[in-house]
C-alpha cells in the first residue's frame, strides 16, 4: 500500500509539474513566472509502537526560487495542513487558510483527502520550517529553502 501511495504521489508530481506551465501569467494582477512547485502531504499508517511511520511531505525539503509558487497537495485519507512554524509554534487560527507570500504568517487551512492550496507565493530567500497541525507531534514536519 505504501509503494502504491508514492507511485500514485510520483505520477501525480509529475503531471502537475507538467500543467505548470498552464499556470496564470497573470496572478493578483502583477506577471509572475509559471513554475510551480507541487508539495505532497500524507501521513503513513502503518506504524506500530515500536517503529513509528514515516510521514510528512514529499519533497520533505523542497528548494525553490524567489518568484515561484509552492501549492500542497494531499494525497492522503486523513486531514492535514501545511502551517508555517514561527518561533517553534504554530500560529493561532491556522485550521484556516491564511497568507498568501512565503515570509508572511501562513497555513493551508485543513486540506481533506484529494485537495490541494492555494498557491503560496516564494517572496523571500530563506529557510521556512512548516508542518502539520494534526500530526506534528508525530514528525509530519518539512522545510522549505527558498534561494534568490
Known sequence: MTLLRYFCGAILLTAVAMQSSAFADEYG??????????????????????KPAARGYTPAQAKVHVGDHIVFFNIDDEVHTATLRLAGAFPPGA????????????????????????????DKAGTYTYGCIHHFSVGQQGTIVAEP
Open 29 to 50: 494582477g502583477k506577471k509572475q513566472p509559471a513554475k510551480v512547485v507541487w508539495v505532497a502531504v500524507y501521513l503513513d499508517e502503518k506504524s506500530t509502537d515500536a
Open 95 to 122: 485550521m484556516k487558510p491564511m497568507g498568501h507570500n512565503i515570509s508572511d504568517v501562513w497555513s493551508t487551512g485543513d486540506l481533506k483527502a484529494n485537495g490541494e492550496s492555494s498557491p503560496i507565493l516564494v
